[in-house]
């Protein structure tokens, strides 16, 4: 289940915020690694020590679940005086000295500076799930609400134009958007038969439809798109591809900028990611063709000013998948993520750049700094600040637009996660260490940085924290790669202890990292020794060995994540007879593939969400381009679905399993864990399956994370 929530197999398609919107919202650019959720939880919990405890150490637990909420989002000013972030869901505002200046109370989201740095602006939910524009007066430390503009049907980022007078936006059309009635139809159906906000299910327990609201009866969906579906979002029809839009500020009025493509027909085209030139007269897109079936997209331009949809044009030529569109200050280049399209879905991405002129494409990242994950151009038009994931790590960079030459700004034990930088160069951060929780840093200069908040030192503080070490580890096929290790906070070297094998989501958009992590937490607090190994195909790898998994999928003979069990055995501090594995997703997938290959090395198994069958996710799940890319249709080409598929180890399976889904899951359908527990119930091997009615891959709610952990322990304590 990754870290503080089950993580996609293959790749996340939406964090969204669901809840109080009841729809699918795309909370960050390129520079925002963090999606936000909105729940009903209690999140921060740095006084459980004290009124709990007595202030005394005490072990992690449960409890603890969603207790640490990094800052993210995370917004500096011109003059690097005044830090805008959020956490928990609510916009703060703290000096560059740590004093506070203003909070939101409500839920909020997106904060934005003028480029005075005197004015924030952000987003805001209110009780009658209202959602405005509210903007902050910054004098003297002193905060004062300033203006507040309702915005009707908006979602997303605060996307404003350089005048302030337009909001910018990529969403489907209107028919598909949004359900106007959800608000109502959530108060008089507590049972909420709609497929379209599955996630406000409460309970655990299946509830029947004969117990809806006949009034909330949803009419039948027409499909007509070659890719149709979209965890956590619904079926996705032809007439429901996204296109561009702004919003004249206190107007109802939307105006479409981008619609089909010149012959007409709908669905050939979706347009995303929309940024506004630096003078507003224009808007970059991304533009992508989903009947293609190809890992290709092409970056447009087209007026923001024309409404009509016929004034964009391509800008981009050659075959890549490029995302997180942003314009230069000076307007005349265009930078981006690149990623080549012949790698397909395992493709690194690099920052690259375009000349709005010539055209001309450039790639700035090269070498060990290839995995890019966000960017933001300096505010004085000489650099590009950039994060990059590097072997379980993330870390901060720039490249010169004059010299092209990249240099790193931090080194380290490092987990980078936001980051910001005033006028004059000045790095701000949230980053964590090996052993420590995210926090907002300073960084005055190259290699220094300083600390701005203590959110959780001194919870951190009163727990009985277990160590993380950092390892390499070396596959059967010699290749060399991290994992961490984690041993209880008590920790006996005379002592063996049972471990958990725990194998992340993803896999090549997830990896174990530095800093305090909830789940080994548990596990390490639960007594175990908690092995997290980043196999090829983990985020922070080179290309070639990410591409290691084409087509195996990491379910080799001898899969690379035992290599890294093995490996910590060897040292002599695990009891080989008590060995565990689980995961979450393509950890999963992993767990199902693993208790096959090696039968009787587990006592026991717990797997989350994870893939067993792969042909028959064809159609059913909605990676049906990953599959065509790699793998080609399973009639034609059954033998390498077969040799991905858990299911044809299941005869030599004797490990007792758990299994753990939704059963509104698109990214990896529930009946990939039925086919699984029901074969070992065949078996007669011990095994169990927990349903979460309404519950898709991602958007899991801090209780129902806390019973998935809780079912995973008191399994494995079962084999004990």
């Known amino acids: 289940m990754g870290g503080k929530r089950p993580y996609g197999f293959k790749q996340k398609a939406c964090a969204t915020l669901v809840v109080l919107l009841a729809l699918c919202m795309n909370f960050g650019f390129a520079e925002d690694l963090n999606s936000i959720r909105i729940k009903n939880s209690k999140v921060l919990c740095p006084d459980r020590n004290l009124l709990l405890y007595n202030n005394h150490r005490r072990n992690v637990d449960l409890g603890d679940y969603d207790c640490i909420q990094p800052p993210t989002d995370l917004r500096v000013t011109s003059d690097g005086n005044y830090i805008a972030f959020v956490r928990a869901n609510k916009v703060f505002v703290i000096s560059s000295s740590n004093e506070p200046v203003f909070n939101e109370p409500e839920v909020s989201w997106s904060p934005r500076w003028d480029a005075q740095g005197h004015k924030l602006s952000y987003l805001l939910v209110d009780k009658n799930n209202d959602v405005y524009i509210i903007y902050i007066d910054i004098v003297n430390s002193s905060a004062s609400v300033s203006k507040r503009i309702y915005i009707r049907s908006y979602f997303g980022d605060l996307n404003i134009s350089p005048d302030g007078n337009r909001l910018l936006f990529s969403r489907a059309k209107l ?150 569109p942003a314009w230069s200050n000076d307007g005349k280049s265009i930078a981006y993520l690149s990623a080549e399209e012949r790698h397909g879905p395992y493709a690194v991405r690099r920052l690259a750049i375009i000349s709005v002129a010539t055209q001309k494409e450039i790639i700035l990242t090269h070498g060990s700094r290839q995995n890019v994950l966000a960017f933001r151009f300096s505010r004085d038009g000489k650099f590009i600040y950039y994060l990059y994931a590097k072997s379980g790590g993330q870390y901060l960079a720039r490249v010169s637009l004059k010299t092209r030459n990249s240099e790193d700004l931090l080194s380290g034990d490092l987990f980078i996660a936001s980051f910001d930088a005033s006028y004059d160069n ?40 277990a160590l993380k070490t950092h390892m390499s580890a070396r596959a059967a096929d010699g290749t060399v790669f991290d994992m961490f290790v984690t041993k209880p906070a008590d920790f ?59 087509r195996n999928w990491g379910c080799t003979d001898r899969p690379a994540v035992l290599s890294a069990l ?155």
């Open 492 to 550: 006996d070297p005379k002592r063996k202890y049972p471990a958990i094998l725990n194998i992340h989501g993803g896999p090549q958009d997830e990896q174990f990292h530095f800093g305090f992590d909830i789940v080994s937490q548990l596990y390490a607090a639960s007594g175990y020794i908690v092995i997290e190994p980043n196999p090829p195909g983990s985020l922070g790898q080179q290309q070639a060995v990410v591409s290691r998994i084409f």
């Open 175 to 324: 028919t598909a958007a949004i359900d106007k009635n959800i608000g109502a139809r959530n108060a008089r159906n507590p049972c909420v038969c709609s497929s379209q906000c599955p996630q406000a299910h409460d309970t655990y327990s299946l509830r029947s439809r004969q117990d809806c609201d006949p009034s909330a009866e949803l009419k039948p969906i027409v499909i007509n798109a070659l890719q149709f579906k979209a965890d956590g979002e619904g079926y996705v029809s032809e007439n429901s591809q996204d296109r561009i839009f702004t919003q004249v500020l206190g107007s109802d009025a939307l105006i479409q900028l981008t619609g089909d493509m010149p012959n007409g027909k709908a669905g050939l085209n979706e347009d995303s990611e929309p940024t506004w030139s630096p003078d507003g007269n224009r808007v970059a897109f991304i533009r992508e063709y989903q009947n293609e079936l190809r890992y290709r997209s092409e970056i447009w331009i087209t007026s923001a000013n024309d409404g009509k949809g016929g004034s964009a044009i391509r800008l981009t030529r050659a075959s890549a998948d490029r995302r997180s």
């Open 566 to 720: 093995d490996q910590v055995i060897a040292q002599g501090q695990v009891d080989s007879k008590k060995l565990f594995v689980t995961g979450y997703s393509y950890g999963g997938y992993m767990t199902n593939c693993v208790i096959g290959r090696a039968p009787t090395k587990f006592r026991a198994a717990a797997s989350g969400a994870g893939g067993s069958f792969v042909a028959a996710d064809f159609g059913p799940d909605m990676w049906l381009k990953w599959y065509m890319w790699e793998l080609g249709a399973p009639w034609r080409h059954p033998r390498f679905y077969d040799a991905l598929s858990p299911i044809r180890l299941v005869d030599k399976v004797r490990t007792p399993t758990i299994f753990l889904g939704g059963d509104a899951d698109w990214n990896v359908p529930i009946y990939n864990s039925e086919l699984m527990y029901q074969a070992l119930k065949l078996k007669g091997i011990k095994s169990q399956l927990i349903v979460f009615p309404g519950q898709d891959h991602t958007n899991w709610s801090t209780e129902r994370s806390r019973y998935y952990y809780s079912a995973v322990l008191d399994w494995f304590k079962i084999f004990q």
């Open 426 to 465: 000045r790095p701000v951060v949230v980053m964590n260490a090996l052993n420590t929780a995210s926090e907002v840093y300073t960084v005055p200069s190259a290699g220094k940085f300083n600390s701005v908040t203590n959110f959780y030192g001194p919870y951190l503080d009163g727990l009985n924290v």
